[in-house]
């Protein structure tokens, strides 16, 4: 069984910046690609960012994409989530999830599994982080 948790979470003003991150174990961490998630109250989880197991490609929700970064550091075992210029809206509980997808895709092809394999149960899941952004 593979374990997931995440940290860096906190409140921050509008126009600041946090770094999460996603400790793995109980795997191993470079079979998986990962990904994060986050859902705000009231509203259903939706997709953050993914990267491949070796770092090479990642894939982002567009309103997202210039503000956030994903990267991975697979000696350290864990995923993060760089976010700047944070706003209202982006108050969630944010979810790490690995994803076990075939090395034989094309790296971009790995980041985008993760979102849809989310859908369909084919994650494993880490209990969350909560950002609060206020003013």
């Known amino acids: 069984q593979v374990q997931l948790v995440e940290s860096g979470g906190g409140s921050v003003q509008p126009g600041g910046s946090l770094r999460l991150s996603c400790a793995v174990s109980g795997s191993t961490f470079s079979r998986y690609a990962m990904g994060w998630f986050r859902q705000a109250p009231g509203k259903e989880r939706e997709f953050v960012a993914a990267i491949s197991r070796s770092g090479a490609s990642k894939h982002y929700t567009d309103s997202m994409k210039d503000r956030f970064t994903i990267s991975r550091d697979n000696d350290k075992n864990t995923v993060y989530l760089q976010m700047n210029k944070l706003k209202i809206e982006d108050t969630a509980v944010y979810y790490c999830?690995?994803?076990?997808?075939?090395?034989?895709?094309?790296?971009?092809?790995?980041?985008?599994?993760?979102?849809?394999?989310?859908?369909?149960?084919?994650?494993?899941w880490g209990k969350g982080a909560l950002v609060t952004v206020s003013s």
């Open positions: 999830a690995a994803d076990a997808v075939d090395g034989l895709l094309e790296p971009l092809a790995q980041a985008m599994a993760v979102m849809s394999d989310a859908r369909y149960g084919l994650v494993s």
